[in-house]
C-alpha cells in the first residue's frame, strides 16, 4: 500500500521536529518524545489528510525507538536510516544551514528520492537478548577499566580495597547476568538452536553466537551473505580513481561495531586451530597478505558461514568453506 504522506523526523531526547509533506504541501511542528507527543502528532497528520504514512528518520538508538514502534504499531509505514547517508545526500544538496527543522525536511526529501527499505522490529525475545548482552558487554569493560586502574603501583591502600569491591560487585552482576542469559535461550527453543548450531564452528564460544544472534538482524532481511556481512561493517571498502590513485582497500566504517568486537578474538582462534579455515587463510598468506589483513577476511568469511547456518537451520558443514 501505497502512504499519501511522507513524514521526516529530527528526533532527540526531549522532542522532536516533524515535517510532514502531503502532496506539495510542506508542513512543519515540533512535539515532545514522549506518548502524548505521539498522539498529537498522529492527530496532526490526520488533520491535514494524511491517513497513512511513511516515516523517515534517522537511527539514533533509544530516542527513536518509542516513536518507531507507536507508528509501526498503527500500521504506518517506517524507515530507520543511516545517520551517514543523511548526512551524504545532505551534501549533495549543498544545504549551508542545518537547524532540527531543516533536518527534518532534508530527512523527508531523503525517503522521497530514495525510497529506503522499511523497518521491521526484532522479535520480544531477541530484543530480550539484546538488552541482557550488552548489558553484560558493558559490565564486562567496566570490569576492565577497574583493573587497569590498578596497574598504579602507588595507589593508597584504601583506594586499592575501593577498586577491588567495585571489581567484586561487579563480578556478581556479570554472573547473574550470564545465568539469566542462559535461562532465556533455554526458555525459547528456537534462539537456543541457533545458538548452539552457530558453536558448531570450531573456535566460536557461547558469548560470540549469542552476540550474532542478538546483534544481527534475522536473515530473512538480506537476500544474500555478502549483504548479512556488509550489515556487520566488513566488506572491503576500494578507493580508486584515474591511473594515479589506487588506495589500498580497507574495511568499510560502516556497520555493527558490537559484531566486529565480538569477532575479532574467535576469528584469531579460528585461523589457529579451525583446520577447515585454515586453507583459506594460507591461501590469503601467499599472496603477500597480512596477518590483519588475514584476520578481517576470515571475520567476514565468518558471517558468510553464519548466515549459511543461520539461513539453512543447520549445524556448521566444514566441507563447504572455500
Known sequence: MQ???ILGVDISKKKFDACLLVGSKERHKVFYNNQEGFEKLVVWCNNHRA???HLCLEATGCYSE???TFMYDL???????NPAQIKAFGKSELLRNKTDKSDAAMIARFCIANKPDLWKPISPEVSCLRELYRCLQALKDDKLQQINRLENKNMYSSCKQAILEVIATIDKQITALEKEINEHINNHSHLKNMIENIKTIKGIGHITAI???????SVDNFDNARQFAA???LNPEHYQSGSSVNRKSRVCKIGSERIQKALYMPAIVVKNRNSHFQKFCQRL??????PMVIIVALMRKLMHVFFGILKNNQPFNGGLVK
Do not use: W
Not at 75 to 81: A, E, F, T
Not at 285 to 290: D, I, L
Open 75 to 81: 500500521g504506518h509505514n517506517v524507515s530507520m536510516i
Open 3 to 5: 502512504a499519501n504522506a
Open 66 to 68: 518509542g516513536l518507531v
Open 231 to 233: 550489515f556487520a561493517g
Open 285 to 290: 598468506a601467499s599472496k603477500g597478505k597480512c
Open 211 to 217: 552476540a550474532v544472534v542478538a546483534e544481527m538482524p
Open 51 to 53: 491517513d497513512f504514512i
